[in-house]
């Protein structure tokens, strides 16, 4: 069974732990956690990842920076990006996608919406 | 001589006239049998047509086929009962998955949100992890977290989100929504939502933080997030749960950072015998 990386970047360590919780049900997935979109980018540039899940709010550098710079960057151009924020306003969303996230979640934390993301963008079955 | 010739003209003639009656007699009774044997053909014809004009074999054949056609049509109609059972079943096994997936969910989400209320005895992180649960879990805006003072016997906002410390209102027990449920130790929901205008004496959710029946605090919401509309079945069950867990863990806590400030005075005084 092959090996997906996904990387989730939350600063909040509980939210984080719900996500990395979540995406373990998942067989054959590798996440790595950052606590923000420095940290993020810190390892992305160490690692190769194939989806990354991101919070919006969070100090040092957001997730909508965060996700332009992923976006501006070649080797990350067509890797999927999921948002979950807090942020329901529909302007928000369209900013998000517009920005070049792939979906966007909304919390309270939903752990069906969050595996369900996962499999449809790296194609995983069931 | 000519008297003799008429004579035999007249026999032959009537010879030939018997002939000819005979031949008539006998064509006659040739008819009526062939008019017998007809009317004996349409009459078998007629009964045969009443059976379907078949012989006993074809009938019993047919006789033996029609009732395996109805045993194959009864036989059809089990398995379509069948079948109509097994989808139910089937439909109530995916109705079963998805409820213990979503039970599955939530306790996985209890658990994390327990396991992190206790990995601190760090009250201000205490309630900072409250604070991240009530938001990413339970979806609200504008809420506080209230703790009794045992002294005024009144409750005070130590954390808030969406709203300043400070406007939160000092409630005495006993008194409004939030008092009353500090003193009852019972949960409060409001039940229109909808019209509901922010007053920050009645909140929308009023939950108590409980060690076992001792009130120690109370966790009030004003606002949930945009997109959760209403709440949920498994609000209720999991506010009082994981207040339960919250109400441990600033319990635990505020001992811990008791117990801290005491040792670290003795620790103090030790010093200043020894040194």
Redesign the interface.
Same mark, same amino acid.
């Given at each position: 069974m092959s090996t997906y990386k996904v990387l989730v970047v939350e600063d909040s360590p509980t939210m984080r732990q719900l996500i990395v919780f979540a995406l373990k049900r998942i067989r054959g997935l590798s996440i790595v956690e950052a606590s923000d979109g420095v940290d993020g980018l810190k390892k992305l540039s160490i690692e190769k990842f194939d989806l990354i899940f991101t919070d919006i709010n969070m100090p040092i550098m957001d997730g909508l920076k965060l996700v332009s710079l992923v976006r501006n960057d070649p080797g990350y151009k067509s890797v999927p990006i999921v948002i979950i924020t807090t942020e329901g306003a529909h302007e928000d969303r369209e900013r998000a996608l517009a920005l070049g996230a792939n979906e966007y979640i909304t919390k309270p934390i939903q752990t069906t919406k969050i595996i369900d993301s996962a499999k449809r963008l790296l194609n995983l079955a069931g | 001589m000519s008297e003799t010739m008429d004579d035999k003209g007249t026999v032959k003639k009537a010879e030939e006239f018997l002939q000819v009656f005979k031949k008539g007699a006998e064509f006659t009774q040739e008819l009526l049998r062939e008019n017998e044997r007809l009317r004996y053909q349409i009459l078998q014809v007629e009964a045969g047509k009443g059976e379907g004009g078949l012989s006993g074999e074809a009938e019993e054949e047919i006789r033996r086929l029609r009732q395996r056609i109805e045993e194959l049509e009864a036989e059809k109609l089990k398995i379509l009962d069948r079948i109509k059972r097994v989808e139910e079943e089937n439909h109530d096994f995916a109705n079963r998955y998805v409820e213990v997936?979503?039970e599955n969910?939530n306790l996985? $989400?209890l658990y /994390?949100?327990s396991? =992190?209320l206790h990995s601190t005895l760090d009250f201000k992180e205490v309630l900072q &992890?409250i604070m991240? /649960?009530v /938001? $990413? +879990? &339970?979806?609200a805006?504008e809420f506080a977290v209230m703790l009794l003072d045992d002294k005024s016997n009144s409750l005070q906002a130590v954390a808030s989100e969406g709203i300043e410390t400070q406007d939160v209102p000092i409630i005495s027990i006993g008194d409004g929504i939030i008092g009353q449920m500090a003193k009852t130790g019972e949960n409060y929901f409001i039940e229109d939502m909808e019209n509901y205008m922010r007053d920050l004496h009645h909140p929308i959710v009023c939950i108590p933080l409980k060690i076992k029946e001792h009130v120690i605090g109370v966790i009030v919401i004003y606002k949930l +997030?945009? =997109?959760?509309k209403r709440f949920a079945e498994v609000d209720y069950e999991l506010f009082t749960l994981l207040a339960g867990h919250a109400a441990t863990a600033i319990f635990s806590s505020k001992l811990y950072s008791e117990s801290e400030r005491k040792l670290s005075t003795i620790q103090g005084f030790l010093d200043l015998l020894t040194k």
């Open positions: - | 997936e979503t969910n996985a $989400n /994390i949100a396991y =992190q &992890i991240e /649960i /938001i $990413n +879990l &339970i979806g805006e +997030l945009v =997109q959760k």
